[in-house]
């Protein structure tokens, strides 16, 4: 960390990327009045809003240090069966305490993993990262005494947040909870990305070699933010669980971690509110289908993925610039309300 | 603080119970239910048949019973539990359902029935069949079946029928451990003998290892247990293997033998025993009209997941009948117990004390009738309760 | 003894199954860089295009499969021409997404037009029951598909190594500038590649329904299994996944066999290993491209 107090070019360049932006406030703007808008579908806002944060894990090390990982629900899963267990056999109670608790477990098992997945090729951390995930997955199959096995962990409930709120069947406390975890870990992390030890990661990312080559320690900076990232997850997974009260094997599933890797491509990599929005996205597309055709909406949300492929982002973006500008002229108010700050840098 | 929290929180649910309550009573006059099936994933086969079945039923007996309009809310988990809770936990307070149905696996039906218990609502279980899944609410009944039911019968049947050696398969969750458990506890009293004992992996596509350790240990029959679904591949393996002609008989509870599937699984499957609580072979009108209605209306034969979306939609029928259309839960799992009707798959009831379904349980061997494979009954035991509570 | 051989036997038919359906996966992936987890899709309709042809039309068998395979084909290549050509030059991760969202569709087109209960393929019944040979036990159908298999194998890798097709392959995927401007129709050897690929996997769809099972979900369910065996295998060569797949269903039906307890364990296991010792898969090239 002494580079920060030596070096003040990076200290005045990392300043000026961690400008926080309107568009910034303008979504978080809209988290707090989702509160209010949509009081009736706090459940599905709640899972959003762990998705979200889940995804948020992935875009560190995918998004920033360029490693592909389709296991990241191992993390995920210790994170969840951790706050089960923790709250079963009541060892810590309080949802905040186990939280961080079994974030980090979930940080240990990163650790201890990210060896593997340091070296390697992009296919083959892909497939090692899975094979994890699998492999704890028939862990906690087999000592079903402990976890319940394939009926899940189940019958224990949840303690008040910090003794105070309880988890009510609206989710109100759920959701509550869940954005602020969310919001604190985002502000974390973005304070991390913006720091110089980000910088480094995307200078590993961008190139290697060139990165080897000017001193930065590879290795060392990759294990750290897959262990980071490991943390995020579990916090995600703890969340789960203490919102849902069960943590059952698909926890671990391919699916899951698939389902990631998906809605991270959707809100794109590497400037951090790609998977916040992606979840969005995911999500709604998700409900808006199942609750219209409860049987075929895999078709529609494959045809959604097939043409957001087909279009580009790129073009989706720049409509997305243009449209409002469009609507107003559309309704006579030509203004010009300028919708192009321009976003972090895209992979 | 936590107090006031606390009985702000108990009136809110008061609010939503009675809420749903005075709707009904009110304008509208419908009776919302909230069905959460599988209807993709692997699972799928499931929930497809419930929602057939219980759509066949309502165009069967019109949408209103009690002068109450039945509306019902159809809804994919995926079989993934915390999918199951959110959605029955949003058609309670959002769609304001007065009773939750479907839950394909066990996970489901647990995951569900503390809010069934909380907002006081009626839960019908028509597929998952773990025995204790009606402990955990008091609002929770059953029109499927357990595992237990159907294993102690075959169990006492193989004893009684010169069975000594038994190898048992069965998949490595909950149902597969009930299945096993029960069998072992009737056989093994009676004087069989367990000769290999294989876990198989929930998802596993070749059994072919699993199998081959079944024909080393030479036993006289084996005991399968897979979930509906897999008993297909099962048996095409055990043809394969050769086990047919050696002689090893498949027992078992009947989900192996599923309706569903069991004319594409080939001759192999012939002779194979099993006890079950429906085949579509059962010789009553009543079911045959049954098995012809849905036939016409899917172009498939029922299978016993589509009888226990039947029975617990007729259950349902049946219940706001006796309550003159009051659908709060107290009202409903009171009329519910001890009610009894003749169901597609014979007589059943339900067990006023657990809740559970109470009925016979037939031993059926696979023969050809009119060119199509089929389970034909050949022994009936009558009005078995799950013995996963009896024992208690 | 006699039990191990058969429990070989096994093995190895289950890995030629595999390294058949995973095959067509390992030339797009490593000879075309392009990221098909679309893959199991084609598997499928040739399995289902196999089931209707013997099922209902009565086709036999045997007549069956190559018209599986022809049809699966058939399918890669409007695929390809209509879809997935434009996205070869995209990032890999865009791939994925376009890929599994055609396999979402694919999986609920399926399920709409044949339901969602597994389809068995009624067979001849030469290819029923067991045949003993000095006592190991040898199953007819698994000899079957060991002996096409291992024919298919023959030829993809003489066609590779020895045709002028396989010399214009392998020249346009090394530098496809060059390749074009050598007179190769570069498109076109793609496209027929990618044909190839998808007929062989419709082939193995057709025939591992009766060991695998054929249902809606069937490209997904399989398609952990699929990128296993292309990654263990190492991607640049077609002798690396057929090495792979076989190691790969030897070990899981022994593991099953003789330490059922361990089940499923086995062949993640065996990947993490194999992966962490060679990256690049057990006959992959070490250096990067």
Redesign the interface.
């Known amino acids: 960390m002494s580079d920060m107090t030596t070096l003040s070019p990076v200290a005045a360049s990392t300043a000026r990327i961690g400008r926080w932006r309107w568009q910034e406030t303008a979504f978080w703007l809209l988290v707090v009045a989702s509160y209010f808008l949509f009081s009736?579908?706090y459940?599905?806002l709640t899972?959003i809003a762990w998705l979200a944060l889940f995804a948020l894990s992935l875009d560190l090390i995918l998004g920033y240090a360029g490693i592909v990982s389709l296991g990241h629900a191992a993390f995920f899963g210790v994170g969840a069966y951790g706050v089960g267990l923790l709250a079963k056999h009541g060892i810590i109670e309080e949802p905040v305490l186990a939280l961080l608790a079994a974030g980090l477990m979930a940080m240990a098992l990163g650790f201890v993993t990210s060896f593997?997945v340091i070296?390697?090729?992009?296919?083959?951390r892909?497939?090692?990262t899975?094979?994890?995930a699998?492999?704890l997955r028939?862990l906690a199959?087999?000592f079903s005494d402990i976890t319940g096995?394939?009926?899940?962990l189940?019958?224990f409930t949840i303690a008040?947040v910090l003794?105070?709120?309880?988890f009510?069947?609206?989710?109100r406390t759920g959701f509550v909870y869940c954005t602020v975890v969310l919001f604190v870990l985002f502000l974390a992390a973005r304070r991390l990305v913006n720091s110089p030890f980000g910088l480094s990661l995307r200078a590993i990312h961008n190139n290697r070699l060139r990165a080897e080559a000017v001193g930065i320690p590879v290795d060392r900076r990759l294990i750290a933010v897959y262990t980071v990232s490991a943390f995020y997850a579990g916090v995600a997974g703890a969340l789960?669980t203490q919102t849902?009260?069960?943590a059952?094997l698909?926890v671990f599933a391919?699916?899951r971690s698939?389902d990631l890797?998906?809605i991270?491509?959707?809100g794109g990599?590497g400037y951090l509110y790609g998977g916040l929005i992606g979840a969005v996205v995911f999500k709604i597309l998700q409900e808006i289908f199942?609750?219209i055709t409860?049987?075929?909406?895999?078709?529609?949300?494959?045809?959604?993925?097939?043409v957001?492929?087909?279009v580009g982002r790129e073009r989706m973006r720049r409509w997305a610039r243009v449209a409002p500008d469009f609507l107003l002229r559309r309704l006579g108010l030509s203004r010009g309300v300028g919708g192009g700050g321009s976003r972090g840098g895209e992979? | 603080m936590s107090v006031e929290r606390r009985v702000l929180l108990r009136a809110a649910v008061c609010a939503v119970a009675v809420g749903a309550f005075a709707g009904m009573a009110s304008a509208q006059e419908t009776v919302k239910i909230g069905l959460i099936v599988p209807m993709t994933g692997g699972q799928a086969s499931t929930g497809k048949q419930i929602d057939n079945a219980v759509k066949l039923y309502m165009q069967q007996h019109g949408d209103t019973v009690a002068g109450k309009k039945i509306e019902v809310i159809l809804k994919d988990d995926a079989a993934l539990p915390d999918n199951t809770k959110r959605l029955a936990q949003e058609l309670i307070v959002n769609d304001k359902v007065s009773v939750i149905a479907g839950f394909g696996v066990t996970p489901a039906a647990f995951a569900a029935a503390p809010l069934a218990t909380q907002a006081k609502v009626l839960q019908i279980v028509m597929a998952a069949g773990t025995s204790i899944i009606t402990e955990r609410s008091p609002y929770i009944t059953r029109t499927s079946f357990t595992l237990g039911q159907s294993s102690i019968i075959i169990g006492d049947w193989a004893v009684k029928n010169g069975i000594k050696k038994v190898a048992t398969l069965t998949s490595d969750y909950a149902p597969g451990h009930d299945a096993l458990k029960f069998f072992k506890d009737h056989f093994v009293a009676g004087g069989g003998q367990i000769v290999e004992e294989v876990k198989v992996p929930l998802a596993n596509p070749d059994f072919a290892p699993f199998l081959q350790r079944m024909k080393d240990s030479k036993p006289d029959a084996m005991f399968v247990f897979v979930p509906a679904g897999q008993g297909g591949n099962f048996m095409k393996q055990y043809a394969e293997r050769g086990l047919d002609k050696s002689g090893i008989k498949v027992i078992g509870p009947g989900d192996v033998m599923d309706d569903d599937l069991l004319n594409g699984m080939g001759d192999s499957a012939l002779g194979a025993v099993t006890a079950h609580m429906y085949s579509a072979a059962h010789p009553s009108q009543i079911n045959k009209d049954f098995v012809a209605a849905y036939k016409k209306a899917y172009g498939q034969r029922p299978g016993f997941m589509a009888v226990g979306g039947y029975d617990g939609i007729h259950l349902l029928y049946e219940a706001l009948k006796k309550t003159g259309g009051k659908a709060d839960g107290d009202s409903l799992i009171a009329a519910v117990k001890g009610m009894a009707w003749e169901s597609p798959r014979g007589p059943i009831s339900i067990d006023p004390e657990t809740r559970d379904i109470v009925q016979n349980i037939y031993i059926r061997e696979v023969k050809k009738v009119d060119g199509e494979l089929y389970n034909v009954e050949f022994a009936t035991f009558e009005a078995v309760k799950d013995p996963g509570k009896t024992k208690k | 003894m006699t039990n191990f051989l058969t429990i070989l036997f096994d093995g190895v038919a289950y890995g030629m199954l595999l390294f058949v359906l995973a095959s067509g996966l390992a030339v797009t992936l490593g000879l075309m860089n392009f990221v098909n987890l679309a893959h199991g899709a084609f598997a499928a309709f040739g399995g289902y295009v196999c089931a209707v042809l013997v099922n209902r039309s009565g086709v036999p068998f045997f007549v069956a499969l190559p018209l599986a395979f022809a049809a699966a084909a058939l399918a890669g290549v409007v695929a390809e021409r209509t879809l997935f050509r434009h996205l070869y030059r995209r990032s890999e991760l865009e791939q994925v997404l376009f890929t599994i969202g055609f396999v979402f569709m694919a999986v609920a087109a399926t399920d709409y037009v044949m339901g969602s209960s597994q389809v068995f393929i009624n067979l001849p019944d030469v290819l029923q029951g067991q045949i003993d040979l000095f006592g190991v036990g040898i199953g007819r159908y698994r000899l079957m598909i060991i002996v096409i298999c291992g024919l298919l194998t023959l030829a993809i890798q003489g066609t590779l190594a020895r045709t002028r097709f396989g010399a214009r392959l392998r020249a346009a995927v090394d530098d496809p500038r060059v390749a074009s401007g050598l007179g190769i129709n570069v498109p076109q050897v793609f496209a027929f590649t990618f044909a190839f690929g998808c007929g062989l996997a419709g082939l193995g769809g057709a025939l591992g329904a009766e060991i695998l099972g054929l249902d809606p979900y069937f490209p997904l369910k399989f398609l952990i299994y699929f990128l296993i065996v292309v990654t263990v295998g190492g991607s640049s060569t077609i002798t690396g996944p057929f090495m792979a797949a076989l190691v790969l269903g030897i070990a899981d039906v022994a593991g099953k066999y003789y330490v059922p307890k361990l089940g499923a364990f086995v062949i993640y296991a065996l990947m993490i290993v194999i992966l962490i010792w060679r990256p690049h898969g057990l006959f992959g090239r070490t250096v990067a491209r």
């Open positions: 009736d579908r459940l599905i899972e593997l070296r390697g090729t992009d296919l083959s892909l497939m090692v899975l094979g994890i699998l492999l028939e199959n087999r096995g394939f009926d899940g189940q019958g008040p003794g105070l709120f309880e009510d069947i609206f989710g789960f849902t009260a069960l059952s698909d391919f699916e698939a890797l998906l991270l491509v959707i990599g199942s609750s409860p049987q075929y909406w895999l078709f529609w949300i494959g045809l959604v993925f097939v957001i492929v087909l992979p």
